[in-house]
């Protein structure tokens, strides 16, 4: 029996070790261990040999099994990793690969303007500040010397939102609100440059949308005048649009500075084309930011970031800046 032992291990081991699935080592196991296996079958004739021979054949068997079910068992886990790493490569994705016939996305034309003007403006010293699109009556006017009742208010056309008591928050009309945060929360000097989305209840035409984007600028410190205002403008011109380029101050008039002035740029053609408004930040403003007007003076500007970038590409009409219309946006 001894003997027969020895050839049914050498004929399970063999049948483990030629399985090259794990199905195929399922068939195996049950040939090898199930109740028709041969070992099985010498299980069972233990019981009419001798006590003797009993006793050694039965330690002989269990040896035996022992080293089957080893064997099962490092062969089980060999073919489990091996398909674990064939399922592995077949269901990899190469996402290194960019197919060549397909065009990369690219930033809006409004998202390159804004950014580089955030480069030019920061290039000249300006920081870049923020604040919230929905904004408190008070910052958005009163806060800027338009009180309530102010003819000025008209013009701006507001959309008002339901917080608060009636009509004291509203959707920001421009983001001159975020100077008067800037002053509250800083002490001067100051040199800003605020960026943003605004909003108002215009019609969407060629020229005007509801939502559009504005870019404001700030400075407070001492002894700031107006030429300092004109050569900012000036140095800005020609930074963003090109040594061709050069701007003039018309005189005008905001609530919110005092002297206003409309600044223009002429085009190498000799064309002047009007960019946005500017001027000296009026007294009132500043004390409303908590600043003393008879130590410190201030300027501000601002222009409309979009009607900037339709002025550098030549964009006949700001609702094409909307559609989404991919024909037109990858043109920038």
């Given at each position: 029996m001894?003997?027969?032992?020895a050839?049914h291990?050498?004929?399970?081991?063999?049948?483990?070790?030629g399985?090259?699935?794990?199905?195929?080592?399922?068939?195996?196991?049950?040939?090898?261990?199930?109740?028709?296996?041969p070992l099985?079958i010498?299980?069972?004739?233990?019981g009419?040999l001798?006590a003797e021979?009993?006793?050694e054949?039965?330690?002989a068997l269990?040896?035996?099994?022992?080293?089957v079910e080893?064997?099962?068992?490092?062969?089980t886990?060999?073919?489990?990793?091996?398909?674990?790493?064939?399922?592995?490569?077949?269901?990899?994705?190469?996402?290194?690969?960019v197919?060549?016939d397909?065009?990369?996305?690219?930033?809006?034309?409004?998202?390159?303007?804004w950014?580089?003007?955030?480069d030019?403006?920061?290039?000249?010293g300006f920081?870049?500040a923020?604040?919230?699109?929905?904004?408190?009556?008070?910052?958005?006017?009163?806060?800027?010397?338009?009180?309530?009742?102010?003819?000025a208010?008209?013009?701006?056309d507001?959309i008002?939102?339901?917080?608060g008591?009636?009509?004291?928050?509203?959707?920001?009309?421009h983001?001159?609100?975020?100077q008067?945060?800037?002053m509250?929360?800083?002490?001067?000097?100051i040199h800003?440059?605020a960026?943003g989305?605004v909003?108002?209840?215009?019609?969407?035409?060629?020229t005007h949308?509801?939502?559009?984007?504005?870019l404001?600028?700030?400075?407070?410190?001492?002894?700031i005048?107006?030429?300092d205002?004109?050569?900012?403008?000036e140095?800005?011109?020609?930074?963003?649009f090109?040594?061709?380029?050069?701007?003039r101050?018309?005189?005008?008039?905001?609530?919110?500075?005092?002297?206003?002035?409309?600044?223009?740029?002429?085009?190498p053609?000799?064309?002047?084309?009007?960019l946005g408004?500017?001027?000296?930040?009026?007294?009132?403003v500043?004390?409303?930011?908590?600043?003393?007007?008879?130590?410190?003076?201030?300027?501000a500007?601002?222009?409309g970031?979009d009607?900037?970038?339709?002025?550098?590409?030549?964009?006949?009409?700001?609702?094409e800046?909307?559609?989404?219309d991919?024909?037109?946006?990858?043109?920038?």
């Amino acid at each position: 029996m001894i003997d027969q032992l020895a050839e049914h291990e050498a004929s399970a081991i063999a049948a483990i070790d030629g399985a090259e699935t794990l199905d195929g080592l399922a068939e195996a196991k049950t040939a090898s261990l199930g109740k028709s296996a041969p070992l099985t079958i010498v299980q069972r004739q233990l019981g009419s040999l001798p006590a003797e021979e009993r006793k050694e054949a039965g330690k002989a068997l269990n040896e035996v099994r022992r080293r089957v079910e080893a064997r099962l068992d490092a062969r089980t886990a060999e073919l489990a990793e091996a398909e674990r790493a064939a399922r592995l490569v077949a269901e990899r994705l190469d996402l290194t690969e960019v197919p060549t016939d397909v065009a990369v996305g690219h930033a809006h034309v409004v998202t390159q303007a804004w950014e580089e003007l955030e480069d030019v403006f920061v290039g000249m010293g300006f920081r870049i500040a923020e604040g919230p699109e929905a904004e408190t009556d008070w910052h958005n006017f009163d806060a800027l010397n338009i009180p309530p009742g102010h003819p000025a208010r008209d013009g701006f056309d507001t959309i008002y939102v339901d917080h608060g008591p009636p009509g004291s928050t509203l959707l920001r009309t421009h983001t001159s609100p975020v100077q008067i945060r800037t002053m509250l929360d800083e002490d001067p000097p100051i040199h800003i440059v605020a960026p943003g989305r605004v909003f108002r209840r215009d019609t969407p035409d060629a020229t005007h949308t509801p939502v559009f984007h504005q870019l404001e600028g700030l400075v407070v410190d001492h002894d700031i005048s107006l030429a300092d205002l004109a050569g900012t403008i000036e140095a800005f011109t020609e930074s963003y649009f090109g040594a061709g380029f050069h701007s003039r101050l018309r005189p005008n008039y905001f609530p919110f500075t005092e002297p206003s002035a409309e600044f223009d740029i002429q085009q190498p053609d000799g064309t002047w084309l009007e960019l946005g408004g500017c001027g000296m930040v009026h007294p009132n403003v500043l004390r409303a930011g908590g600043i003393d007007p008879e130590e410190w003076t201030a300027f501000a500007f601002g222009f409309g970031i979009d009607r900037l970038a339709a002025m550098k590409f030549a964009i006949d009409d700001l609702r094409e800046l909307f559609t989404n219309d991919v024909r037109f946006l990858s043109q920038f």
